[in-house]
């Protein structure tokens, strides 16, 4: 059964860095998200992407955010300069299409964002 | 603004009881989807159910059923015969129509199944 994939599965990094997270959608799928859960709370949405742009997003996701498309099979979550607050588990998604039953999200496992 | 609440925090059952999660959801649009997902202890989110709000139709499957409400705005989870494999944080979700597919999360229910 096809799957999201996500790498890396944990990711540790200093304050001030730049991180990339690294997601491959399910191949035939259109539409894909990234959103975060810090420890203990719940899922919030960051952004949606779609047609190789931003289609939504949150106003977590701010100017130190950006996503990308930057082949077939790849999409992007950078994070500029990260900071404490940061530390969370991302995931990605991706769904079919806008029609009735085709849009159910499908997650990937996550990537655990640990900024010290 | 869209709203998801999961009231339980936390619930904990013996294995073989049947349990309830409720999910109560605030929305201005006609038409919207709502859905469930199970977080095991791994962390991923997994993918359960998909309804629309036109579809007021329970549905079953297996151990699991679902009962949508529109009038209370409901959509609450129940499984039978619970096993401890079921153990693991469930979350309601509601995303609206119109373009805009954001899905907004309850705050989740962990569900403790003991044996």
């Known amino acids: 059964e096809p799957e999201v994939t996500q790498t890396p599965s944990h990711q540790v990094t200093q304050m001030g860095q730049e991180v990339i997270l690294r997601c491959v959608p399910i191949?035939?799928?259109?539409?894909f998200y990234w959103y975060r859960q810090i420890l203990g709370q719940k899922v919030e949405f960051l952004v949606s992407?779609?047609?190789?742009?931003?289609?939504?997003k949150s106003e977590i996701f701010d100017d130190q955010f950006s996503v990308e498309r930057p082949d077939g099979s790849n999409f992007t979550l950078k994070i500029r300069s990260t900071k404490l607050e940061d530390s969370a588990m991302y995931f990605c998604?991706?769904?079919?299409?806008?029609?009735?039953?085709?849009?159910?999200?499908?997650f990937g496992p996550g990537t655990r964002l640990t900024v010290l | 603004a869209q709203k998801v609440t999961q009231a339980q925090t936390e619930i904990s059952v013996v294995e073989k009881e049947d349990v309830t999660l409720d999910c109560v959801y605030e929305?201005?649009?006609?038409?919207?989807?709502l859905f469930w997902y199970k977080q095991p202890p791994s962390g991923e989110l997994v993918f359960l159910i998909r309804?629309?709000?036109?579809?007021?139709q329970n549905e079953i499957s297996g151990r699991y059923s679902w009962n949508f409400q529109k009038s209370t705005s409901s959509f609450n989870f129940t499984i039978t015969a619970s096993q401890v494999v079921d153990s693991a944080v469930y979350f309601c979700?509601?995303?609206?129509?119109?373009?805009?597919?954001?899905?907004?999360f309850g705050s989740g229910t962990r569900l403790q199944v003991q044996p």
């Open positions: 998604a991706s769904s079919a299409g806008p029609g009735v039953g085709t849009d159910t999200q499908y």
């Open positions: 191949s035939n799928h259109l539409y």
């Open positions: 992407f779609y047609n190789n742009e931003i289609s939504e």
């Open positions: 929305t201005r649009d006609t038409t919207y989807y």
């Open positions: 309804r629309n709000s036109f579809d007021e």
């Open positions: 979700a509601l995303s609206e129509a119109g373009g805009r597919r954001a899905l907004t």
